[in-house]
């Protein structure tokens, strides 16, 4: 039995075409040993794209859609002038830093790196005294607001009296150094300076209209001037920075409103005494009511000794 069934499953088995059978032999040995093609899967094979059908000359346009900015930027655009968002309110700083007071034109706000610039900014170009004269600010300072407020009011409080108390006016203040966006003493890596945010200004000298310059850290400048100058601004500023502070500030005074804990000030500038006072290397002059050079140069006839006719005693010799 079990010989017949092995002898029935070989037949039904057994490939009916020799053909067929050889071609199926050789495809098993064909593909182990890399001698056939290989097969085309459904996946490659190519396939037909099928591609739009033209637009028909007579179909209406399309509206490209325009970009979210513009679109957000429209309706305030389409908005009459009167309508439209205005501008920020002056501050009352700005109000108060009034023409009457201050030529000081407000300029746009500065966002620099660091937190270099501010806000409420102004251009103080020069400052009006109560007597309607006018000091210059050479170069013209950018500040804040609050800053140039403090500068005007100094010197129409103080500096204007201190040069009526030496017979003249003010005409110019000499602005060394103002808005600059530095670190301090222009080292780098340091903390941002005051006048990296338009709070601080240098100042060296006061121009009076008769020409002469009050410089404030001058040494033949008068002590009890500078002291005068040094009270009054270390009354109103937070930091004052003069001779004696460090070798940065040697030629000019620093001044600025920055804010610190309980409204803790520096004032730092020593007032040197004068100079001593050297003797002049040259002669001073020849006095008008001097006699000709001349008739000084000649000697006195009085004084100068005459010859004398008789000889002198014979000297005895000595043996």
């Known amino acids: 039995m079990v010989t017949a069934g092995v002898a029935l499953l070989l037949v039904f088995c057994a490939p009916g075409d020799p053909a067929v059978a050889r071609k199926s032999d050789q495809g098993v040995w064909s593909d182990l040993f890399g001698q056939r093609r290989p097969r085309l899967r459904g996946a490659l094979l190519p396939a037909s794209v099928p591609l739009p059908k033209p637009r028909p000359a007579d179909a209406p346009a399309i509206e490209i859609d325009k970009p979210a900015a513009a679109k957000q930027a429209s309706p305030e655009a389409d908005k009459p002038a009167s309508e439209q ?6 501050s009352a700083c700005r109000l108060a830093l009034s023409d009457a007071i201050a030529v000081a034109p407000s300029i746009p706000d500065i966002h620099g790196p660091g937190g270099c610039g501010g806000e409420d900014l102004v251009r103080l170009e020069a400052v009006l005294l109560p007597d309607k004269n006018r000091v210059a600010l ?3 300072a950018i500040l804040r607001c609050a800053m140039a407020s403090a500068v005007a009011d100094w010197i129409r ?7 009526a108390s030496l017979g003249s006016t ?11 966006c530095r670190g301090r003493n222009r080292v780098a890596g340091a903390l941002l300076s005051e006048h990296g945010r338009a709070n601080a200004l240098d100042v060296r000298a006061l121009k009076l209209a008769d020409g002469r310059s009050v410089s404030f850290t001058d040494r033949n400048v008068s002590r009890e001037l500078r002291e005068s100058v040094l009270h009054s601004v270390c009354a109103r500023f937070s930091t004052v920075l003069g001779p ?8 000019h005074i620093h001044l600025d409103l920055m804010e610190r804990h309980n409204n803790y000030k520096i004032c ?21 009511e001097a006699p000709p050079s001349e008739a000084a140069a000649k000697p006195d006839a009085a004084a100068t000794p005459q010859p004398s006719d008789t000889p002198p005693p014979p000297t005895k010799k000595r043996r």
């Open 85 to 90: 968002a205005a501008p920020a309110p002056p």
């Open 138 to 140: 050479k170069p013209a």
């Open 157 to 163: 409080t103080d500096m204007a009296p201190l040069a």
């Open 170 to 180: 003010i005409s110019d203040l000499d602005n060394f150094d103002s808005f600059e």
């Open 244 to 251: 004696g502070s460090d070798w940065y500030h040697e030629d």
């Open 268 to 288: 730092q500038w020593n007032v040197w005494d004068p100079l001593p006072q050297v003797a002049p290397l040259l002669p001073a002059e020849r006095p008008a």
